[in-house]
């Protein structure tokens, strides 16, 4: 499977050329490659094993999601995507050098909600929103993985695997994440986003999930942020534990914020 080959050597359905991996997760590896036929670059996810999931037959897109080429299975390395390759920084990356200031905050809000929304709209529920697949472009904010196009996960991952910072409590209880769950992975970013660390912290993964089920969030007004007041406490109604206590919708949220 990936990573298991010398680069120079890999190209995957007698097309496209892996140059450099540029990303992982738990269920691919990305590699920035050439697409052989147009000589243009591109973003390659290699499946980490055997995949049961197939593209639909139409794949919708959107704005704020990353754009979609193709889906294929190279007889040798198993199953693969191939995306536009976005030149830019993800949220992580970004916050890493210092948090958003209050313009471009606003404007990460808006635009994850109009990506993650759109999801919304169409049935979808993501349940994996994290600061490594939100992307920032010179055309704005892009979705980088879409439930629509996950491969299989590995066998041994459980709920507190990859995104313990965003993962919602309910989540963490077993339950099954819905819209709400996503508006709480988002006051989780938008938390990080503000102020440069997640609202619950610890050593372990356990420890952070122990965090969250049993102790309140530090209020984000009580953080050094250059957000205004009210912008702050909208953030914490998207990190209630219970669901009940969130808005229920993108659009509520949207609405609560252009009031705030």
């Excluded at 590699?31 to 996810?45: F, I, M, N, P």
């Excluded at 938390?191 to 997640?198: L, T």
């Excluded at 952070?208 to 007004?221: E, G, M, S, T, Y």
């Amino acid at each position: 499977m990936s990573g298991t080959f010398p680069l120079h050597e890999a190209i995957l359905d007698g097309r496209y050329q892996l140059e450099e991996p540029i990303g992982s997760g738990g269920e691919a590896r990305v590699y920035r490659a050439r697409d052989t036929q147009t000589g243009l670059e591109v973003a390659v996810r290699l499946a980490l094993k055997p995949s049961t999931h197939s593209a639909p037959a139409t794949v919708p897109s959107h704005p704020h999601w990353v754009q979609f080429h193709q889906w294929g299975t190279d007889p040798q390395r198993g199953p693969f995507q191939v995306f536009e390759l976005l030149e830019g920084s993800p949220l992580e990356t970004l916050i890493a050098r210092s948090s958003l200031q209050a313009d471009s905050w606003r404007l990460f809000v808006e635009q994850s909600f109009d990506a993650v929304g759109a999801l919304h709209d169409l049935g979808w529920i993501h349940g994996d929103l994290n600061a490594g697949n939100f992307f920032l472009t010179n055309k704005g904010w892009k979705l980088l993985e879409l439930p629509f196009l996950r491969f299989d996960p590995p066998s041994n991952r459980t709920a507190l695997f990859g995104s313990i910072h965003t993962l919602a409590p309910e989540q963490i209880d077993g339950k099954q994440a819905d819209v709400r769950s996503d508006l709480y992975s988002l006051g989780c970013l938008y938390y990080y986003a503000a102020c440069g660390h997640f609202p619950h912290t610890g050593a372990t993964s356990q420890e952070i999930a122990v965090n969250r089920l049993c102790f309140a969030p530090v209020r984000l007004v009580e953080k050094m942020t250059p957000l205004p007041i009210a912008w702050s406490e909208w953030v914490m109604l998207l990190l209630a534990r219970s669901p009940q206590d969130r808005p229920p919708s993108i659009a509520a949220a949207r609405q609560l914020l252009g009031v705030a």
